[in-house]
């Protein structure tokens, strides 16, 4: 079976992928049939050679889950069932969460401070603090309340019953 799938290319910490058409029992390294685009998650890029994705597609390759939202993001899914595909620009645009947890320590570092290098930083410190306290109180521990049936056994005697 044939999988549209992506091959990480790139250095660490650093991830750029090809969109290929490979054989589902090849490594993710391996050799591809056809190279159809690229995906570029740190600057945002997206290219795609449609006429051959649809190609593979027409002839039954299957998508992995993170090329078929990439080609529903690029209104690619649509026109290869006949409708007038529409591409998402802010798709790839969007916070993911990691980043904002980043920008949320961020904020709570910039509050800290006693005034932020920039005047416009002000109102987004403002805005992400609360989602960092949000976080902050998620990430403590509940306090400990003892059990009916933990008070009952602290009052017990410790020794053996006799009768």
């Given at each position: 079976?044939?999988?549209?799938?992506?091959?990480?290319?790139?250095?660490?910490r650093r991830p750029?992928?090809?969109?290929?058409?490979?054989?589902?029992?090849?490594?993710?390294?391996?050799?591809?049939?056809?190279?159809?685009?690229?995906?570029?998650?740190?600057?945002?890029?997206?290219?795609?050679?449609?006429?051959?994705?649809?190609?593979?597609?027409?002839?039954?390759?299957?998508?992995?889950?993170?090329?078929?939202?990439?080609?529903?993001n690029k209104g690619?899914?649509?026109?290869?069932?006949?409708?007038?595909?529409?591409?998402?620009e802010n798709a790839?645009?969007?916070?993911?969460?990691?980043?904002?947890?980043?920008?949320?320590?961020?904020?709570?570092?910039?509050?800290?401070?006693?005034?932020?290098?920039?005047?416009?930083?002000?109102?987004?410190?403002?805005?992400?603090?609360?989602?960092?306290?949000?976080?902050?109180?998620?990430?403590?521990?509940?306090?400990?309340?003892?059990?009916?049936?933990?008070?009952?056994?602290?009052?017990?005697?410790?020794?053996?019953?006799?009768?």
């Open positions: 079976m044939v999988k549209l799938r992506l091959k990480r290319m790139g250095r660490k750029f992928y090809r969109i290929v058409a490979m054989t589902d029992n090849q490594s993710r390294s391996g050799q591809a049939l056809e190279e159809l685009g690229t995906y570029d998650p740190v600057h945002s890029r997206f290219d795609v050679n449609e006429d051959a994705a649809i190609t593979w597609l027409n002839n039954g390759a299957q998508m992995t889950p993170t090329v078929h939202d990439l080609f529903n690619l899914l649509a026109r290869w069932r006949g409708f007038e595909g529409v591409e998402n790839l645009k969007a916070d993911k969460p990691k980043r904002r947890k980043k920008l949320a320590g961020a904020a709570t570092a910039a509050t800290a401070d006693d005034a932020p290098a920039d005047a416009a930083e002000a109102p987004e410190a403002v805005a992400e603090a609360p989602e960092a306290e949000v976080a902050e109180q998620a990430a403590e521990p509940a306090p400990e309340e003892a059990t009916p049936a933990e008070d009952a056994a602290e009052q017990a005697p410790s020794g053996t019953e006799e009768s």
